[in-house]
């Protein structure tokens, strides 16, 4: 399975100079391709190298050889993206200065705690920073492709890692992970992660945003676009603390398998006012679930999904369709109490655990005869 680590580089002044140098370069390797795809509807990348190679080359004589293949190769995955149909008109992408700059194992080294770049100046050897984990991925993993990215005055080498897979796991448990607007994940166990402090914090966000919108002034604009980059940030380290912490627990009941709910309509589900809905679309599931899959299958735990429908309203004990509010979930048939969301983790649990003894599941609730 292919893993992405980032490594923040440790720069010397000339270092980060001479990469500055070589991004400049590479943009335009990619700005002066865009012709000649547009011109011959191409973006193979075996064919540009016949139809634009020397060009390229002429113009750009700083810029390596094996790095204006590798603009081939971003430009083509540029276009490859688009899905352009054969009625449609080829679009011309923008390069920016800025952009990220495309390596491949013959123009960057990894060894140790060593980096070694190609730029056009010569190459560079310097040192990194990275996590733990992202470091341990490194030991037992082959290195791939690479982007190296320019934050401000940061300098980041995004890396593509092959790592051997994990046998997935044949005995175990399962657990069931319902994903709401009030928690954003309740396990079947009863651990719920996010509430209130969480709600609260995108609140803030909201209310800034809104006041920043109603301004319009170019400032407010700039101050919008810097907060929304907070807010993101945000959210994407709260989905990784949940999934690892999700992850962790599977581990702990030794599970064999996470029952995820397929998120098809999850917005036009959750009904709510104009607050809630707005939060709705503040908030990404379904990277909270791409995250829980690639942490579980690191440890052998399979991860499957299964149609929802239902086990928001259908009591986990009797399945009998019962009566919600809030946090609370009453089964009139039953007499039964129980916290919302854990009721419908638990639904998912059950529709979990058919899919994996292979007997279809049929999401409908019984519903008692007055």
């Given at each position: 399975m292919k893993r992405t680590i980032s490594l923040k580089l440790t720069l010397s002044q000339e270092q980060s100079d001479d990469l500055i140098e070589t991004q400049l370069a590479f943009s335009n390797a990619c700005k002066q391709?865009?012709?000649?795809?547009?011109?011959?509807?191409?973006?193979?990348?075996?064919?540009?190298?016949h139809l634009c190679y020397y060009k390229i080359r002429e113009n750009?004589?700083?810029?390596g050889s094996q790095m204006v293949c590798n603009a081939f190769q971003k430009v083509c995955s540029s276009y490859k993206v688009l899905k352009i149909?054969?009625?449609?008109?080829?679009?011309?992408?923008?390069?920016?200065?800025?952009?990220?700059?495309?390596?491949?194992?013959?123009?960057?080294?990894?060894?140790?705690?060593?980096?070694?770049l190609y730029t056009v100046n010569g190459r560079i050897k310097c040192g990194f920073k990275t996590g733990f984990f992202q470091l341990e991925y490194l030991k037992d993993s082959v290195v791939k492709e690479a982007e190296l990215i320019r934050k401000g005055k940061r300098w980041f080498f995004n890396v593509v890692?092959?790592?051997?897979?994990?046998?997935?796991k044949k005995e175990g448990t399962i657990i069931a992970i319902d994903v709401g607007e009030n928690n954003i994940a309740t396990t079947s166990n009863g651990t719920i992660h996010g509430g209130g402090k969480l709600r609260?914090?995108?609140?803030?966000?909201?209310?800034?945003?809104?006041?920043?919108?109603?301004?319009?002034?170019?400032?407010?604009?700039?101050?919008?676009?810097?907060i929304s980059g907070i807010e993101r940030r945000h959210v994407k380290k709260t989905n990784h603390i949940i999934s690892k912490a999700i992850v962790k627990e599977a581990v702990e009941k030794d599970a064999k398998v996470i029952?995820?709910?397929?998120?098809?309509?999850?917005?036009?589900?959750?009904k709510g006012k104009k607050r809630i809905r707005s939060r709705l679309h503040r908030?990404?599931?379904?990277?909270l679930q791409q995250f829980v899959e690639y942490k579980a299958q690191a440890c052998g735990i399979d991860v499957v999904y299964v149609n929802p429908a239902y086990t928001s309203q259908t009591c986990s004990k009797c399945d009998c369709l019962g009566s919600r509010h809030k946090h609370l979930f009453k089964c009139s048939?039953?007499?039964?109490?129980?916290?919302?969301?854990?009721?419908?983790?638990?639904?998912?649990?059950?529709?979990?655990?058919?899919?994996?003894?292979?007997?279809?599941?049929?999401?409908?609730?019984?519903?008692?005869?007055v």
């Open positions: 391709t865009i012709p000649f795809v547009i011109e011959n509807r191409c973006w193979n990348r075996v064919a540009l190298h750009i004589p700083s810029l149909k054969k009625s449609q008109d080829v679009p011309s992408i923008t390069f920016k200065d800025t952009a990220s700059v495309h390596y491949d194992k013959r123009t960057y080294t990894l060894k140790g705690n060593i980096l070694s890692l092959d790592i051997p897979d994990v046998p997935i609260h914090e995108r609140d803030k966000f909201l209310e800034r945003r809104g006041k920043l919108q109603s301004n319009g002034s170019q400032s407010a604009r700039r101050c919008l676009k810097r029952v995820l709910e397929k998120l098809t309509n999850i917005r036009k589900r959750i908030w990404s599931w379904y990277e048939n039953c007499v039964s109490y129980q916290h919302s969301d854990r009721n419908a983790a638990i639904n998912l649990l059950k529709l979990g655990e058919s899919v994996v003894s292979s007997t279809a599941p049929v999401n409908m609730p019984m519903v008692m005869a």
